[in-house]
T-cell receptor, first 115, second 113 residues
């Protein structure tokens, strides 16, 4: 069965530190890739997505992610985090063979940024 | 509407009772998803509706769970004879079409005593 692995369940950083959250998936075919974020008290919302083209995608609030097909990875990065980045981050994969409906989510990574 | 809405926001019920959870998707969105998020877990796919096509029910954990979508808009998730392990946050999302960005509602927190 397809799965999505997020390597870190909890991450604590100081402001201005660099961030990288790992995401690996187990599906060999064509995929759409997403990172969603849930800020405290808010709905899940899209941070960025990759469908095709340049494997380095940029999202909101200075986040970016790189799709490395050979490694089945889609890691999220930010050069300098802010206190307001404290949130839970979810990687999601949409395997093409399902017709697009069964999006598989990782377990999430809780990020806490110390001011 | 401005976004996806869900009701109720919280539901406390006794084991064995039936519950209905409602989702109003963004107007015009043809795709609608239900997920379950248990404490410390990721989002577990439950069911998907796309337009007038037959729904993908492959994620429903048991036959106690069912869902319908009336008129291609509002959806209701029904859990019959609730069990304590059904306690979770139930999230609804919609998208303009399959494989596109999903817009999530605030969720319904279900507690089964």
């Amino acid at each position: 069965a397809q799965s999505v692995s997020q390597h870190n369940h909890h991450v604590i950083l100081s402001e201005a530190a660099s961030l990288e959250l790992g995401c690996n998936y187990s599906y060999g075919g064509t995929v759409n890739l997403f990172w969603y974020v849930q800020y405290p008290g808010q709905h899940l919302q899209l941070l960025l997505k990759y469908f095709s083209g340049d494997p380095l995608v940029k999202g909101i609030k200075g986040f970016e992610a790189e799709f490395i097909k050979s490694k089945f990875s889609f890691n999220l990065r930010k050069p300098s985090v802010q206190w307001s980045d404290t949130a839970e981050y979810f990687c999601a994969v949409n395997p093409a063979h399902t017709g697009g409906f069964k999006t598989i989510f990782g377990a999430g990574t809780r990020l806490f940024v110390k001011a | 509407g401005a976004g996806v809405s869900q009701s109720p926001s919280n539901k406390v019920t006794e084991k064995g009772k039936d519950v209905e959870l409602r989702c109003d998707p963004i107007s015009g969105h043809t795709a609608l998803y239900w997920y379950r998020q248990s404490l410390g877990q990721g989002l577990e796919f439950l069911i998907y509706f796309q337009g007038n096509s037959a729904p993908d029910k492959s994620g429903l954990p048991s036959d106690r769970f069912s869902a319908e979508r009336t008129g291609g808009s509002v959806s209701t998730l029904t859990i019959q004879r609730t069990q304590q392990e059904d306690s979770a946050v139930y999230l609804c999302a919609s998208s303009s079409r399959a494989r596109e960005t999903q817009y999530f509602g605030p969720g319904t927190r279900l507690t089964v005593l």
